[in-house]
């Protein structure tokens, strides 16, 4: 900091520039069913990213079961609650530059209610990154890769290194949360390319 920022602080300029420098990245909970693992794992998730302290990047836990959206398309979907929650869906994943999706694996693919909360959006996410939290038998890998095609006509760019949280391994009983140390390489290096396509990224919007 130079001396006049010393003695006067910066311009509003630069406090406006200091602001739009920053990131802010959604922790998506990608799962609505009652008794959720996904809960415990989000939480790990937002606490480690947090533990982080990464200069310039906020992080928000998204909560899709406190978004009540109905199936695209239905009746119940052109209701005016349904269409206020879509709205406010759309407002919070807009307010992003970047994301971390944490989701299970149902059927070998992405589980139907973020499948649907994506098909409500389309240009809030457009030249965003993304990243993947998963959990399952196999730690979520097949949802990431269906993600990953969902994403692409999403005009989303997702890095490669992801989390996979095993429900024999880092789960006792399938269902007390007891991740392996060794999940915080993975995720670290997922952090770091999510911040660093996110930035990219957002010089291009």
């Known amino acids: ?55 310039g990047v906020e992080y928000e836990l998204v909560d899709l079961a406190n978004y009540d959206l109905a199936f695209l398309g239905s009746k119940q979907s052109q209701t005016e609650e ?16 970047g994301y971390v999706f944490i989701t299970p694996e149902y059927n070998h693919t992405v589980g139907g209610a973020l499948k649907n909360a994506l ?12 990243g993947f939290v998963g959990y399952g038998s196999l730690g979520g890998t097949r949802a990431h890769e269906n993600l990953r095609l969902i994403l692409g006509e999403l005009q989303v760019a997702d890095v490669r290194t992801a ?13 007390v949360f007891k991740p392996a140390d060794y999940h915080a390489d ?9 911040i660093s396509w996110s930035r990219a990224l957002k010089t291009v919007r």
Do not use: C, H
């Open 186 to 194: 993975n995720a670290n290096g997922m952090l770091d390319q999510v």
């Open 163 to 175: 989390v996979t949280f095993s429900l024999m391994a880092d789960f006792e009983n399938m269902s």
């Open 82 to 97: 349904a269409q206020a929650a879509a709205k406010a869906w759309s407002e919070k994943m807009a307010s992003f530059d």
């Open 1 to 55: 900091m130079g001396l006049f920022d010393k003695l006067f602080g910066k311009s509003k300029q630069e406090e406006v520039t200091t602001m739009a420098e920053t990131l802010r990245i959604a922790i998506v909970q990608g799962s609505v069913r009652e008794g959720r693992n996904g809960a415990a794992v989000a939480d790990w998730t937002v606490n480690f990213a947090n533990n982080r302290n990464d200069e």
């Open 119 to 130: 098909d409500y959006l389309n240009p809030e996410l457009n030249n965003k990154a993304a």
